[in-house]
């Protein structure tokens, strides 16, 4: 369950708080100000939900005009893409625009891993470097390969799961 307050901008009227939509056009019809004229503006703001969804909703900047997309891409999308999501709009330079209507169609690379030192290791696991014979693979330097790697690859961590990722 996510919960979202909406602060009017008016300082002489009540704020709330709301579970979707529909919760907020029902309150926010009859918020009046101490003049009593229905209070028009908000600042929305995250105030409880799963960590994700918070990060999901900063990465967002969810204001009064797209929190009801925001509400229904946390219903729809699963952890992969508000991932996705999240690192490109956040730290790809992405706009929301250019994400919002799928997140998997950005060209992004991620990976699920503490360290680049384990990035490191699992590209040369996977043969990137070509095919190391045993002989020789307690000699690689994956701290050096992990600090090549850096160049390329940066590091988020998002609601305690740490990613590394290149941008396209």
């Not at 939509?21 to 009859?30: F, I, L, M, Q, T």
């Not at 229904?72 to 250019?98: F, L, M, P």
């Not at 384990?118 to 070509?130: D, I, N, T």
């Amino acid at each position: 369950m996510i919960l979202l307050h909406a602060q009017p901008y008016d300082i002489s009227a009540c704020d709330f708080c709301f579970e979707s939509a529909e919760d907020y056009e029902a309150k926010a019809k009859y918020n009046e100000n101490d003049c009593g004229q229905i209070v028009e503006e908000y600042e929305i703001q995250f105030i409880d939900g799963e960590d994700i969804d918070c990060a999901l909703a900063r990465a967002w900047g969810i204001n009064q005009a797209n929190f009801r997309a925001y509400f229904d891409a946390v219903e729809d999308w699963d952890e992969d893409e508000k991932h996705r999501y999240i690192i490109a709009v956040g730290e790809c330079g992405y706009s929301h625009e250019q994400v919002a209507d799928d997140p998997s169609s950005i060209d992004l690379t991620l990976y699920e891993l503490s360290s680049m030192r384990e990035l490191a290791e699992q590209f040369v696991e996977e043969g990137l470097y070509g095919d190391i014979p045993e002989s020789l693979q307690f000699y690689i330097d994956y701290d050096a390969i992990a600090r090549d790697l850096s160049v390329d690859y940066s590091e988020a961590t998002i609601a305690g799961v740490h990613f590394i990722f290149h941008c396209a």
